[in-house]
């Protein structure tokens, strides 16, 4: 598997490509939008890591012209941003899925397993559990078809389980992935309870089998049974 990293920062780059070497993927680094883009149209890859800040042609701008070109090699964006307003522009300039720096090294081996997994942006639009929907590109949730209203905070809670659903998460991951906090603390697990508890009142609602389960002693896991 190819993977072609797009940054201009050397050491971030490097340090990528080191970890990805690592997990016996093969990477090569572009230090330029006109480098990466010269690249990709050139070489054959398997996945593209695109830096949304770039000097010069940043990463919104390489990727529209990629997929004007007709590349179709899944592209994960890296970006500073975490709007709304953002994450929707980089999703409508083709990419097939975003992480927010900084990001744990793991998340984004799981999002590239998963890319390289459904090959196919349709799905990666999309994920979900039993009768439980999430479209990423629309940020609407449904369960049953019946649509479920959640703040932004519930909704990053929930895509983070749907993305690792069937396994366990702890609360110390939950409050370093989802709420960026690195220092474990009482009073941010006591958050994360809440944001548990009124998630499931939201999900878990009027009998539906339950899908969020509680791990005692440990944290959540997110399926059909209990893990
Ligand atoms: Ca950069």
Known sequence: MRILIVEDEQKVAGALQEGLEGEHYEAAIAETGE??????????????????????????????????????TPVLLLTARDTLE???????????????????????????????????????????????????LTRKVDRAGQPVDLTTREFELLEYLLRRQ?????????????????????????????????????IDAGGAPRLIHTVRGVGFALGETAP
Request: aromatic letters at 6%; charged letters at 35%; hydrophobic letters at 45%.
């Open 166 to 202: 069937g396994r366990t998460v702890s609360r110390e991951t939950l409050a370093r992935d989802v709420w960026k906090v690195t220092e474990r603390a009482t009073p941010i697990d006591n958050v994360i309870d809440v944001h548990i508890a009124r998630l499931r009142r939201k």
């Open 86 to 136: 953002d994450r929707v522009l980089g999703l409508d300039s083709g990419a097939d899925d975003y992480l927010v720096k900084p990001f744990a090294f793991e998340e984004l081996l799981a999002r590239i397993r998963a890319l390289l997994r459904r090959g196919r942006i349709d799905d990666a639009l999309s994920l979900g559990v039993s009768d439980l929907h999430m479209d990423l």
């Open 35 to 72: 480098d990466a883009f010269f690249r990709a149209s050139a070489e054959r890859f398997d996945l593209i890591l695109l830096d949304v800040m770039l000097p010069g042609r940043d990463g919104l701008e390489v990727l529209r012209t990629l997929r004007e070109q007709g590349v179709q």
